[in-house]
């Protein structure tokens, strides 16, 4: 059950959000990232991230979401900016 909380499922494969997170948290502007299912009817899950800038930063969601796809397959990318929520505090 731990392993079934840990993924999203994406059409058939198990997409670790904690993969996608420590990508996220690897780019020098972004200060927080917390990554998590989003229901989508054709393929059952997608990811959703919701990323906070560091102070300063002006990264876009097209940036965030090209970032990632340089270093993942594409049934782990962030896709649509409607998937991508940024702020810029931690509010």
Not at 24 to 38: F, K, Q, R, S
Not at 47 to 56: D, N, Q
Not at 62 to 67: G, K, L
Not at 80 to 89: F, H, M, P, Q, R
Request: aromatic letters at 8%; charged letters at 20%.
């Amino acid at each position: 059950m731990e392993l079934f909380l840990r993924t999203l499922l994406y059409q058939s494969y198990q997409v670790p959000p904690a993969e996608l997170e420590h990508i996220l948290h690897t780019n020098p502007e972004i200060a927080d990232a917390a990554v998590v299912p989003y229901p989508d009817e054709d393929v059952r899950q997608i990811p959703m991230a919701f990323v906070v800038r560091k102070p300063g930063s002006n990264i876009t969601a097209a940036q965030v979401m090209d970032y990632v796809a340089k270093q993942v397959c594409s049934k782990m990318q962030i896709s649509g900016e409607n998937k991508l929520s940024i702020d810029s505090s931690f509010s």
